[in-house]
């Protein structure tokens, strides 16, 4: 919520999870992004693009994991569709 920027009302709120281990998808950009997809359906205020929302989920894993992760798991997470090859140009 600290990166959100957004005024968010009180929740209560329980994290399920599917996500297999090893799956090739890092379970923690899946839950910043669950997280940043619930806040937007919370609030009704979104994310200016989701270029912009894999970067906030980044910051938040660098400010409070203190993981100084790339963003290909917060895009791919944000951006990913069944049988569709995503590009990412990280340059």
Known sequence: MF???????????????NVPVGSGLS???ALEVATLTFL????????????EAAKM??????TFANVPCGIM??????????????LIDCR
Not at 3 to 17: L, W
């Open 3 to 17: 990166h959100f920027r957004q005024p968010v009302p009180g929740f209560n709120a329980v994290i399920h999870t």
């Open 27 to 29: 379970s923690s950009a």
């Open 40 to 51: 937007q359906q919370l609030t009704g205020k979104t994310i200016g693009s989701e270029s």
């Open 57 to 62: 989920c980044q910051r938040a894993e660098h």
């Open 73 to 86: 798991d917060q895009l791919i997470a944000i951006g990913g569709r069944a049988d569709h090859a995503l």
